[in-house]
């Protein structure tokens, strides 16, 4: 069996270089998995640009709740989620 220590999905619809629709979901840093409805706000309607990037990454790793446990650590829970923001918005955008 594996166990996530974290997870993270992340959907845009871009229309021209402005976000247009933005989904973001983060799983094992809570006690059921959650959408970041504030940083889909933040996306949302806006060019996502490295400043914006910056800035979700911050509110998402605020938003959390993660555990320490077997596993991995509070600590490197919000580290990962805050990576995978970043490289979540850079595969999308290119």
Do not use: F, H, N
């Not at 629709?21 to 996306?43: D, I, N, Q, W």
């Amino acid at each position: 069996m594996d166990l996530a220590i974290a997870s993270l999905a992340v959907l845009l619809e871009m229309e021209g270089g402005r976000c247009r629709k933005a989904r973001v979901a983060a799983g094992s840093v809570a006690p059921v998995p959650l959408r970041l409805y504030k940083v889909e706000a933040l996306l949302e309607g806006s060019t996502v640009t490295e400043k914006l990037a910056a800035e979700a990454q911050r509110l998402a790793t605020k938003i959390i709740s993660p555990i320490t446990d077997i596993r991995a650590t509070e600590e490197y829970r919000r580290q990962i989620v805050r990576v995978y923001v970043k490289r979540g918005l850079e595969k999308i955008l290119g």
